[in-house]
């Protein structure tokens, strides 16, 4: 059964400010599925980078140049209800479970098979739980401000942002991002905005906040806690964590606590300007952990 839904107008994504990023696309499921592809096919490291809660790949445009430059291939996909990809109509669509099989079916239409995991928000959620049915995939990984939703009662500031969320469906994505990123100029702000040309187009970003896992029989939460224990007893690969330490949501000690999960996560970078986003300050995150990773 087709899935209804719209579908963002190219001319909304032209002449991004430092995009210069062409598009490519899978179907899944009768759904189209926009991903960046940058870097030789046959790099050494593969980057997946994912995104999460209300942005889209543009949100990699300053890690992108530093792993390429480094002959790494950087792969950028958008979740269904962001960025190219194709935005489902009806909110129930939406599910932790729906978000996590259209992820491992990208990997399986790409042939993604080893890679380094680069995640933050929801991109952490669903990446850091890959393990639970690719346990080889990731071969090394760059975490930032996210967690594992295993179930357990969220901080107020989650509930905020929720509620926030809840009660303004409609809410303006760019003029969000401005406030949550210093110094992020009008063409960045429209960028951020390209993908919601009006509320038909939002089910993704408005539901993402109400499945969030916070009750342990919600869905993703029995995946999201068997992750967990694969992090922290059978993961042996390099791990790099950086945080921005001005985030009301997910701040240092939402990220302390995953750090206790990774095992031999060493010491994070804390960025003390950087807010939720810390992909803003991206070329310091990236060129940081390859520093580290070398």
Avoid at 20 to 34: C, K
Avoid at 58 to 74: A, H
Avoid at 110 to 119: D, G, S, Y
Avoid at 176 to 189: F, G, H, P, T, Y
Wanted: proline residues 7%; hydrophobic residues 40%; charged residues 20%.
């Amino acid at each position: 059964m087709t899935i209804e839904h719209v579908r963002t107008p190219d001319e909304r994504f032209q002449n991004l400010s430092d995009f210069p990023y062409q598009p490519n696309y899978v179907e899944l499921d009768g759904l189209r599925m926009h991903y960046l592809d940058e870097g030789p096919k046959d790099a050494e490291h593969v980057y997946l980078c994912l995104h999460g809660e209300p942005s889209w790949s543009y949100l990699y445009r300053k890690m992108i140049p530093v792993f390429t430059e480094s002959g790494g291939r950087v792969v950028a996909p958008d979740f269904f209800g962001f960025g190219r990809s194709d935005k489902p109509v009806a909110d129930d669509v939406y599910t932790f479970s729906f978000h996590f099989q259209s992820l491992l079916s990208f990997l399986d239409a790409v042939k993604l098979e080893r890679f380094t995991l680069v995640c933050q928000d929801w991109g952490g959620l669903l990446g850091l739980a890959l393990p639970t049915e690719r346990p080889d995939a990731i071969e090394r990984l760059i975490v930032m401000n996210t967690a594992l939703a295993t179930g357990a009662a969220p901080g107020p500031g989650f509930l905020q942002w929720r509620d926030f969320v809840a009660n303004n469906p409609e809410f303006n994505v760019g003029r969000l991002m401005k406030r949550a990123i210093a110094n992020l100029s009008d063409a960045e702000e429209l960028a951020y905005d390209a993908h919601f040309p009006d509320r038909s187009f939002m089910g993704g970003a408005r539901t993402f906040p109400s499945i969030v896992p916070i009750d342990p029989e919600m869905d993703g939460a029995a995946r999201s806690r068997r992750a967990a224990a694969w992090w922290s007893g059978e993961w042996s690969g390099p791990s790099f964590m950086a945080i921005g330490a001005q985030d009301p949501v997910l701040g240092p000690k939402v990220m302390a606590a995953l750090r206790r999960v990774i095992r031999g996560c060493p010491e994070p970078l804390v960025l003390e300007t950087a807010g939720h986003f810390v992909q803003e300050q991206g070329e310091e995150v990236a060129r940081a952990a390859l520093a580290a990773f070398s």
